[in-house]
Every structure is written in C-alpha cells, then in structure tokens.
C-alpha cells in the first residue's frame, strides 16, 4: 500500500461500536416487544382471536414508525441545529419512548388495576403506538450517519457491526425477556427494555458528537414542510427504489412470525411450553442471523453486495415453505437455523448497498425510504398474515410459510431483473470520502463494491 493509501480516512473499531449501540437498544425494544409482549398483553385481555388483533395493532403501530423514521430523515437533512444534524431528534426519541414504553405497568400494577382495567387495550396500544413512533425517531435520525461518516469502503463492515449489534439486541430481547414474562414479571422487562434503549440512543449521541455537523444552509424544514416532501427527491437514484421494494418484498417475510411465533409454536408443538421453545428457536435464529451478518458484511466490501443479497432471498422461500410443511421439532429448529443465514445478507448488507447509492446531499431521506423496506415491511406482514391467522389453527400457519415464500422469492425477482450488475455500475458514481479537518482528499478512484 502507498502511503496516500496508508492515509485513507477509516473510522476506528470504537467509533463503530460507540455509534451502533443505538441499534442494539431500538431491536432489543422492538423485537421484545412485539415478538414477546404485545402478544402476551393482549391475550391477558382474552380476546376471541388475539392473532387478529394483535395483527391489526402491529399494523397501524408500525405504519406510524414508518411515518415516523422518513420524517425524521427529511428533517434531520436540513437541521441547523448546533448539536447537529441528526443528534437532537436521537436525544428526542429516546427521552420520550421511556414513558411511551412502560405506560402499561399502569394496568399491570395490583395497587392501581381495578380502576384503570377497562382502559387496559386503549392503554397497550397507546403505549405500542407511542413506542413505535419516538424510537423510529431516533432511529430514522440515525439511520443516515451510515453515509454521513463513513468512507464507501468501510460502510460494509460497519453495516456488519451494526448488524451483529441489532442482533444482540434482539438476542437479549427473546431470552432475557420471554424469561421474564414466563415468571409473570411483564412490568420490570417494560422498564428494562424502556432503560436499555434511552442509554442507548444517548451513547450513540454522544459517541458522534463533534462529528455531527449541522447544515450550513438556512434550508430549514418545519413538520409540515418536511411531511410534504416525504416523497420528493431532487436527486433521483431510480435503481435504489428497485432496490427498497425489492427488499421491502423479502423482509415481509422475514416479519411474517415477528408478531405471531409464539402462536405458531403453540399450534404446531403443544407438548412443548411455548415461552420456552420461543426461547429456543429464537435464540438459534438470532445466533445464526448474527454470524452471518458480520462474516456477509465483511465479505461484501470485497466480493460484491448483489450476490450475496440475491441468494440470500431465494434460500429464504425455500426454507420458508418447508418450515410450514414439517411436523417434527427439530427439524423445524434446523430450517428456521438456516432461514436465518440466508437473512443475514439482507440484514447487514442492504443498508451499506442503500448508503452505497443514497446521494450524498439527501442521505437522510434516502437511508429513511431504505427503512422502509423493514418499518413498512412489519406493517405490512401484521395486517397479511394477522388475517391469515384470524383462526389460530394449523391450515393457516401451513398458508403463512407458504405466503411467506412466496414474498421472497417476489423480491428476489425483482432484485434480479431491476438490480443488475450493469445498473448498479452506472449508479454508484464516486463520492467524497469523509474527512477530518486534517486530512485531504483521497485521489484514488474506487472499486465498485455493488456488483
């Protein structure tokens, strides 16, 4: 390597770390609860089909997140604040879905449960509507710092790194919590989760603090004006709206059990204690996901991104259907095992190929139609398949896995004909490598890191 290489801008390994625990709060909150509590707290109130309600609640909580995430994009694009572009809305959401999160202890609480019991469901999706709002807030702020601060080269590997943490995060969400409300303590695992995201989000604030430049500009944008340019782009990158919806495709039906596998492991294995197999199955998947999200991110900044993300949407149909036609525990264990290496790629790669094409002037916007593809895709999956399961029997769960499938092997359709190698070579025209005040310009032209 010459020395201008030598000198190449990268982000240290603690800046990575430092900077990503946000992810690792945001999916310990949303995985735990709406794979976990959203689920249990709604069959506590005995409804006839919790499926079907807990399906309608994702859907409209999670349509607001994806609201929620774009707008914060939007907004954070044009910030002049002097803490920073995306740091203020990071600090917003993670203060106010602390409250948001642990407003159902109201009703869980022996002192105060008489008088507030017939305001519980009101209560639950106030607090699941609020929680997905304020924490894709601070995740739609911070979604942009991908392209904000890294080189293209090491957006790969931080894309892995910050993968793996989302993970973790999740990891702890299924074993430490199902724990929890396996022993009936649903109150203190809203408080942990509610206490792991606000601390957090804050680390991750002021790990990029000094490094968050506000904008410059007086273009300032209010709610209104940022709610109207929601889907107005001055730059437009027609390959990366490929891109979302492909994904988008593929990540309904990586959320088809988000809310309902707690359900499905009550149906298809009643002999087993469904807090416990849920414990099992998803601690493997998370374990699987995880070492195939850092080894897929890493891989990615030297053989290509599309290959990787193509084939990991085609394994995902196939395990997906044979999931749904297995009656044998350990076999539905291994495929599930091996649905989670296929979405490893699309967890740790497609925010690196998103930030990759996302124009340097409009990252926010940009990184927050990205989100799209799994804020809208967990909307989305909630109504499918919470009227797929409106009768929680084993014809309908057979009818999710096979629906499922067929959701990826669409998006890899998509993926495969409309993000071609020869498109994404077009597309991913060099951009300047972040620097410090320091340190100048590197004069190396790139390798293309989307084929």
């Known amino acids: 390597m010459t020395k201008i290489g030598a000198q190449l801008f990268q982000r240290s390994a603690g800046f990575i770390f430092g900077m990503s625990m946000l992810t690792l709060g945001a999916n310990l909150v949303w995985i735990a609860y709406n794979s976990v509590l959203l689920p249990t707290l709604i069959e506590d109130l005995k ?22 995430s774009i707008w914060a994009g939007i907004a954070t694009d044009h910030s002049t604040h002097r803490l920073g572009k995306r740091t203020p809305a990071i600090l917003l959401g993670a203060i106010v879905s602390f409250p948001m999160i642990v407003l159902p202890t109201l009703v869980l609480s022996p002192a105060m449960n008489d008088p507030l019991l017939r305001y519980a469901l009101p209560i639950v999706l106030l607090s699941f509507c609020g ?33 793996f943490l989302s993970l973790a995060g999740a990891a702890i969400g299924i074993l430490l919590v199902t724990f929890l409300n396996q022993n009936r303590l649903t109150g203190l695992a809203l408080w942990l989760i509610a206490g792991v995201f606000a601390l957090t989000a804050i680390q991750s604030a002021w790990v990029i603090r000094g490094k968050d430049k506000p904008v410059q500009s007086k273009d300032q944008v209010g709610l209104w004006t940022a709610l109207g340019r929601m889907f107005k782009v001055r730059t437009r990158v027609a390959v990366f709206f490929w891109v979302v919806l492909a994904v988008l495709l593929a990540f309904i039906g990586i959320n088809s059990l988000q809310l309902f596998a707690r359900f499905a492991l009550e149906v298809y294995f009643p002999q087993i204690d469904p807090d416990a197999a849920f414990r099992t199955l998803g601690g493997l998947n998370l374990l699987m996901t995880m070492l195939s999200a850092v080894g897929s991110g890493i891989l990615s900044d030297r053989i290509g991104r599309r290959t990787l993300i193509l084939g990991g949407m085609i394994f ?104 071609t190698p020869a498109i994404l070579t077009q597309s991913l025209s060099p951009s300047p490598i972040p620097t410090l005040p320091e340190e100048s310009a590197d004069p190396w032209s790139k390798e293309n890191p989307g084929q």
């Open 131 to 163: 929680m997905q709002f304020f924490t894709n807030i601070a995740a739609g702020a911070w979604y942009p710092l991908l392209a904000d601060l890294f080189p293209e080269r090491q957006r790969g590997t931080a894309s892995g790194v910050q993968g």
């Open 316 to 419: 995902c149909a196939i395990t997906s259907i044979l999931m749904g036609l297995t009656d044998n525990y350990s076999a539905f264990l291994l495929l599930a095992a091996l649905r989670s290496v296929a979405t490893g790629p699309l967890i740790a790669i497609v925010p690196a190929l998103a930030s990759d094409l996302a124009p340097k002037e409009e990252a926010g916007q940009y990184m927050a139609y990205n989100n799209l593809s799994t804020a809208l895709s967990g909307s989305l999956a909630s109504l499918v398949f919470g009227l797929i399961l409106f009768h929680l029997d084993r014809t309908s769960f057979e009818h999710l896995f096979f629906v499922s499938g067929l959701f990826f092997l669409a998006g890899s359709m998509i993926f495969a004909f409309k993000v």
């Open 47 to 68: 409804f006839r089909n919790p499926g079907f309600v807990v399906g309608i609640a994702g859907f409209f909580g999670m349509l607001l997140a994806t609201v929620a």
